[in-house]
């Protein structure tokens, strides 16, 4: 028999998937085109990850030639996919850090609701732990700090203009509500 060996990658992790307490998909990232090439796909994987996992109380399983490591909270379930070949070390960082960091942006509110409420911060989180496939910090504060960065602090240049737009509607709307203020207070002053 052949040693096998293969190229080290930086590409460790194939897909990271929330579902809820029904198997249904609240957020899904496939890095693997190959292995999941179009939407039906993965939704058929999920489910079937999902049936293989709710009752087990275990948080590693190899299923479909992947490694994946999950765990649940309240009513989110969080799996982080790698190839069988893969370390599982680094797969559990990304659980980790993926888990701690969304703990702490919902707080107290780790459940669907607060998770679909914020899923802005959630989705740029899950974007500062993995891009494309490769695992780019493990550190939970570090992504905390990162994905709650406010817009208001961003230069002009890096905002997009739905941000801009978001900005200066808040800014209009506020002046609105002081002139209607004023009036009032005036009317109100002149008919004493």
Same mark, same amino acid.
């Given at each position: 028999?052949?040693?096998?060996?293969? /190229?080290?990658? %930086?590409?460790?992790?194939? =897909?990271?998937?929330? @579902?809820?307490?029904?198997? $249904?998909?609240? !957020?899904? *990232?496939?890095?693997?085109?190959?292995?999941?090439?179009?939407?039906?796909?993965?939704?058929?994987?999920?489910?079937?990850?999902?049936?293989?996992?709710?009752?087990?109380?275990?948080?590693?399983?190899?299923?479909?030639?992947?490694?994946?490591?999950?765990?649940?909270?309240?009513?989110?379930?969080?799996?982080?996919?790698?190839?069988?070949? /893969?370390?599982? %070390?680094?797969?559990?960082? =990304?659980?980790?850090? @993926?888990?701690?960091?969304? $703990?702490?942006? !919902?707080? *107290?509110?780790?459940?669907?609701?607060?998770?679909?409420?914020?899923?802005?911060?959630?989705?740029?989180?899950?974007?500062?732990?993995?891009?494309?496939?490769?695992?780019?910090?493990?550190?939970?504060?570090?992504?905390?700090?990162?994905?709650?960065?406010?817009?208001?602090?961003?230069?002009?240049?890096?905002?997009?203009?739905?941000?801009?737009?978001?900005? %200066?509607?808040?800014?209009?709307?506020?002046?609105?509500?002081?002139?209607?203020?004023?009036?009032?207070?005036? *009317?109100?002053?002149?008919?004493?």
């Amino acid at each position: 028999m052949e040693d096998f060996l293969l /190229e080290p990658s %930086l590409f460790a992790i194939k =897909a990271i998937a929330i @579902l809820d307490n029904d198997g $249904n998909r609240l !957020l899904a *990232k496939y890095f693997d085109n190959n292995k999941f090439p179009n939407i039906k796909e993965q939704k058929k994987f999920e489910k079937f990850l999902f049936k293989k996992t709710v009752k087990a109380s275990n948080e590693i399983i190899m299923l479909d030639g992947l490694t994946i490591l999950y765990r649940s909270s309240v009513d989110l379930y969080f799996y982080v996919m790698g190839s069988s070949y /893969e370390n599982e %070390l680094m797969l559990l960082s =990304a659980l980790d850090c @993926l888990f701690s960091s969304l $703990n702490t942006i !919902l707080r *107290k509110d780790f459940e669907k609701k607060a998770l679909l409420e914020h899923m802005d911060i959630v989705l740029l989180a899950l974007d500062e732990i993995c891009d494309n496939g490769i695992l780019m910090e493990s550190d939970p504060e570090i992504v905390v700090s990162r994905a709650q960065l406010r817009f208001d602090d961003l230069p002009l240049a890096e905002q997009t203009v739905a941000h801009v737009q978001a900005g %200066l509607r808040a800014k209009m709307d506020a002046t609105t509500a002081l002139v209607q203020s004023a009036k009032e207070q005036l *009317k109100w002053s002149l008919l004493k």
